[in-house]
Nanobody
C-alpha cells in the first residue's frame, strides 16, 4: 500500500503561480507512476498531469499544457505540480494518485489508479 498526502494549496489571484506537493509513504517502490487530478464543485474529477516512474515521461491535459509542470523528487518520494498563469477555472480540489505494479496504464483515466490522497484546495480569484 502507498499512502499519499497532498499539501500546498491555497488562495491566489489570477496570473499567480502555486506549487502543490504529494508526499508518498509505504511501498513506494511498487508505484508505476503518479498522477494529478482535480475536481471542481458539481463537476467530475478530471485528469491534470501524470509522470511515469520508469523514465519520467510526462502527460498533460490540454487545458494546462504549457502552464503546469509535473515533476518528482525520488529521494523524498514526492511529486510536485508547479502551476503558473493560474486562471479562475483552475479552481478545484487537487488530488494525487498512484498506480501500483510495473505496468503503466492509461494515465489519463481515474480508474487506472489504485491509491488517492485526500486532496488540497486551490482557489484562484479573478
Amino acid at each position: 500500500q502507498v499512502q499519499l498526502v497532498e499539501s500546498g494549496g491555497g488562495l491566489v489571484q489570477a496570473g499567480d503561480s502555486l506549487r502543490i506537493s504529494c508526499a508518498a509513504s509505504g511501498r513506494t517502490r511498487s508505484s508505476a507512476g503518479m498522477g494529478w487530478f482535480r475536481q471542481a464543485p458539481g463537476k467530475e474529477r478530471e485528469f491534470v498531469a501524470a509522470i511515469r516512474r520508469s523514465d519520467d515521461t510526462t502527460y498533460y491535459a490540454d487545458s494546462v499544457k504549457g502552464r503546469f509542470t509535473i515533476s518528482r523528487y525520488n529521494a523524498a518520494n514526492t511529486v510536485y505540480l508547479q502551476m503558473n498563469s493560474l486562471k479562475p477555472e483552475d479552481t478545484a480540489v487537487y488530488y494525487c494518485a498512484t498506480q501500483y505494479g510495473s505496468n503503466w496504464l492509461f494515465p489519463r483515466l481515474t480508474g487506472s489508479y489504485d491509491s488517492w490522497g485526500q486532496g488540497t484546495q486551490v482557489t484562484v480569484s479573478s
